[in-house]
């Protein structure tokens, strides 16, 4: 059991450690399982022996988690101490690890003994309790943490009036572009005139905010307060979490999962339907009825290959792995929205679709294509990182900027043609231009909002983020939900420290802009 277990306990450190739900830990900790499984019977086959078999699985399990980190420290003491001194070093742990078998098999060859080997017995006990020290070490903090701390609630408690939806209740389409700036920050960035798009918008009946902003500058937050309906600073479950450093991936996806508005649309009926970005941090896995995943890699199965040579192996047969995946990834999520807009229903839907786009990386062409990336430079957002001009990190920006346009109103026109009743359709952005660090404040929350409301022209123009779903369910549904302060929360560049916010009273003027 050794092999499956050690290379369990590397998908499940790795999972936990970025606090990963179960739900995205699953495919890959399967993979992992498996693929181990199959070496050891492979080795077994090969060697005839069970037990050589699982040890020969183990070596290449090891060498497959430990080359890389490997190859980054040999790296590292290559740049700090120079070719000379590395290659000593190199050679004094190639005798030692070659050497040292070398030396046991020929005395046990001159005493005439079999080659002496670990006890399967102990290696797998060791592999059980690295399993445990795994889970213990990432889980136990967080278990003790939670010991009386308030649970996100299912339902606000403010909530009131009659939500009990009919059939003749309207679909709500939440469709979110990530870090889709708002016209003026793409103009003052790049001088790209985004007008033609709002225009068609508009003449399809859409209301279309030209001085919109995000309450928050991270994805998490903003999604966290829109599904509670409240601002961050006001839901219990993550009042402690606020000003303090760390990632808090598991408490913000939780709180997302468990939001207000969630509960209210599914106790009136609605059917809850996902297409997931591909950041389990933000996943709807457990909120949704249907969660409209086709296979495409995750942040955590990327991580995973990257810190293996596995990467390097898939990327001779295709080079741009990653980038084909996130391009199939938003391609197929608007494929879902176009196959949603027709097809029937026995009760109305809330889709929430969020795309990972134009978020960095660029992965799509003005046609659809995929843009060439190799996949070790994926997650390398400075155009000379991934060997760009400014010039030409701009036209791919601008490319995707252009596909994504295209295929919005594609999916508007098929959604605004349904048999359905008129659906209620929300195109956003979670917040604005991320990719210049603090430098600007401003951008990072002018994000792109357009609401199409049936009936109700103009509901969502003065609204922000954290106020959509209450506008929303109190028209459509008959809810009396209070409706938050527009308030503006600003978080450090770093993730880390996202949920170290300082309220801001106007995001238009924050510091210089370069």
Known sequence: MHPILIAAAFVLNMGLENEVGLGGIARPLAVAVGAASALTGLGWLILRNRWDGALAALGVVVLVIGAYPGFLAWR?????????????????????AVGAPAMLGLRARHRNRPFPRPAAGVLNLFSLLLI????????????VAQIGRPAAPATPATSQGDADASSSAPDIYVIMLDAYPRADVLHRRFAFDNSGFLRDLRAR??????????????TQLTMASMMQMRHVNEIAALQPLVGHAGVHHARLRETINRGGAIGLLREAGYEIVALPSGYEHVALREASDHYLDHGQLTDLERSLLERTPILDLLSAVDPYLFANSQRDRIALAFDDLD????????????????LPAPHLPFVVDTNGGTVPLVSRHFDLFAPEAIGLTDKEFTAAYLNELSYLNRRIVQVVDHLL??????????????????FSGSKDQPGRFANLFAAYTPEAAGLLDDATPVNVMSMVLNRYLSTD??????????????????????????????????
């Open 417 to 434: 043609a349904s048999p359905s009743p008129s659906p209620v359709v929300v195109i956003m952005s979670d917040h604005g231009w991320t």
């Open 339 to 354: 196959a949603l807009a027709t097809s029937p229903r026995h009760r109305p839907r809330f889709v929430f679709a969020h």
């Open 76 to 96: 590292a003491v290559t740049q700090t101490f120079g070719g000379a001194v590395s290659g000593g070093i190199g050679a004094a742990l190639l005798v030692a």
């Open 205 to 218: 009946d859409f209301s279309v905010a030209e001085d919109s902003h995000s309450n928050y500058v991270f």
């Open 132 to 143: 445990g020290v795994v889970v213990l070490a990432q889980t136990g903090p967080d278990v």
């Open 481 to 514: 939900l209070p409706i938050a302060a527009n308030r503006y929360f600003l978080s450090p560049p770093d993730s880390m420290q996202m949920m170290q916010i300082s309220e801001i009273a106007d995001p238009d003027h924050l510091e210089a802009i370069p």
